[in-house]
T-cell receptor, first 112, second 114 residues
């Protein structure tokens, strides 16, 4: 099955700087890659997603890039703010199968 | 946007009790619902995939007789943790999805077994 790895496990950034989280996946058939943000004790919330027919997608301060050849995708957060502090999970799934394989999560801490 | 409601949000009960958790898609009919378990500081672990009107598909290592899943309608799935023990204490989260749309998660249920 699909194996998703996520690095680094913890990331601390100064407010206003950029944060980048990278994930790799193993199944070349995977074609859908969402990113979820989870605050302590709360539900994971979808913040951005990308499909394999697109190399990059941006939504205000958040962007995701996908490299199908290398089988990795990254989350970019610019101009970080304290409210960006949370755990971020990447995931991958294949066409026709909504079953998501999650990475282990990345704790992002934005230092004011 | 898509709203998924999960109830109850918190359960504290004695060992041996069975606990039922409900997951509802409020503004859409979900083709599939998923049940996850999340231990502190860990990722979401998929327990089972539930489709309306059919038996749930359980992940390897998840006991189907321990974690009973019923998917009675396109908007409701239930997870029953039978004869719960302290090691079953965890954060249980459901998600619902329509066709190839993104998964939307419920608020989760924090289960504590004494």
């Amino acid at each position: 099955g699909e194996n998703v790895e996520q690095h680094p496990s913890t990331l601390s950034v100064q407010e206003g700087d950029s944060a980048v989280i990278k994930c790799t996946y193993s199944d070349s058939a995977s074609n859908y890659f969402p990113w979820y943000k989870q605050e302590l004790g709360k539900r994971p919330q979808l913040i951005i997603d990308i499909r394999s027919n697109v190399g990059e997608k941006k939504d205000q301060r958040i962007a995701v890039t996908l490299n199908k050849t290398a089988k990795h995708f990254s989350l970019h957060i610019t101009e970080t703010q304290p409210e960006d502090s949370a755990v971020y999970f990447c995931a991958a799934s294949t066409a026709g199968n909504n079953r998501l394989a999650f990475g282990k999560g990345n704790q992002v801490v934005v230092i004011p | 946007g898509a709203v998924v409601s999960q109830h109850p949000s918190r359960v504290i009960c004695k060992s041996g009790t069975s606990v039922k958790i409900e997951c509802r898609s409020l503004d859409f009919q979900a083709t599939t619902m998923f049940w996850y378990r999340q231990f502190p500081k860990q990722s979401l672990m998929l327990m089972a995939t539930s489709n309306e009107g059919s038996k749930a598909t359980y992940e390897q290592g998840v006991e189907k007789d321990k974690f009973l899943i019923n998917h009675a309608s396109l908007t409701l799935s239930t997870l029953t943790v039978t004869s719960a023990h302290p090691e079953d204490s965890s954060f249980y989260i459901c998600s619902a999805v329509l066709s190839n749309q993104p998964q939307h998660f419920g608020d989760g249920t924090r289960l504590s077994i004494l």
